[in-house]
């Protein structure tokens, strides 16, 4: 039963682009969302965030959009870097002190030159 | 540095043994989390704590026993080690009203033959 989907486990980009990462939940329940980026033999690292409450959240180069009518949301990166190559974990939760993450199986992002 | 360290980093043993993975956090964060990443690339929660109590218990095999011995520190010991243990597991961290933003160690990569 997976409540977070990521169904694309790759995508490629040019750099200077804008690279586009999905996510789909089933779980209503769901209040919190979160982007993690993960490098190679390193633990995920906090990308940004989005509360339900919320249809946008922008930091930099990153945005994330909440469409909670669809269960979908989506990761924008603009223009897109060779650093910014890695694994790009959806997570979902309900929110609350302590409340556990559940994550997608990622999506490879390859930023080409 | 400040950070979630993990220790050790690799760990391969036979079947059957008994083995520990450490981890301390020196963020002053309140909650302390076991992620288990199989070779599916599913990142999921094993086990929460909160100032040392046990508050997410994911269905986990008994042989799986976390211990805090104070908040800053949550070790995995693992009872007869079967093949399909063999995973990376992060622990991770986050503070109170932190709205789930969890902060990872890099993991250990655990094969057991």
């Known amino acids: 039963d997976q409540q977070v989907k990521q169904n694309s486990p790759s995508l490629s980009v040019q750099e200077g682009r804008i690279s586009i990462l999905n996510c789909d939940y089933t779980n209503s329940m769901f209040d919190y969302f979160l982007w993690y980026k993960k490098y190679p033999a390193e633990g995920p690292t906090f990308l940004i965030s989005i509360s339900s409450i919320k249809d946008k959240n922008e930091d930099g180069r990153f945005t994330v959009f909440l469409n909670k009518s669809a269960k979908h949301l989506s990761l924008h990166i603009v223009p897109s870097q060779p650093g910014d190559s890695a694994v790009y974990f959806c997570?979902?939760?309900?929110?609350?002190?302590?409340?556990?993450?559940?994550f997608g199986t990622g999506t490879r992002l390859q930023v080409t030159l | 540095d400040t950070a979630v360290s993990q220790t050790p980093k690799y760990l391969v043993t036979q079947m059957g043994n008994d083995k520990s993975i450490k981890c301390e956090q020196n963020?002053?964060?309140?909650?302390m989390y076991w992620y288990k990443q199989d070779s599916k690339k599913f990142l999921k929660i094993m086990f929460s704590?909160?100032?040392?109590?046990?508050?997410i218990n994911e269905t986990v095999p008994n042989r799986f026993s976390p211990k805090s011995p104070d908040k800053a520190h949550l070790n995995l010991h693992i009872n007869s080690l079967e093949l399909g243990d063999s995973a990376v597991y992060f622990c991770?961290?986050?503070?109170?009203?932190?709205?789930?933003?969890?902060?990872f160690g890099p993991g250990t990569r655990l094969t057991v033959l």
């Open positions: 704590y909160n100032n040392k109590e046990l508050i």
């Open positions: 991770a961290s986050s503070p109170l009203g932190s709205n789930n933003e969890q902060f």
């Open positions: 997570a979902a939760s309900p929110g609350g002190t302590a409340s556990k993450l559940t």
């Open positions: 963020l002053g964060h309140d909650t």
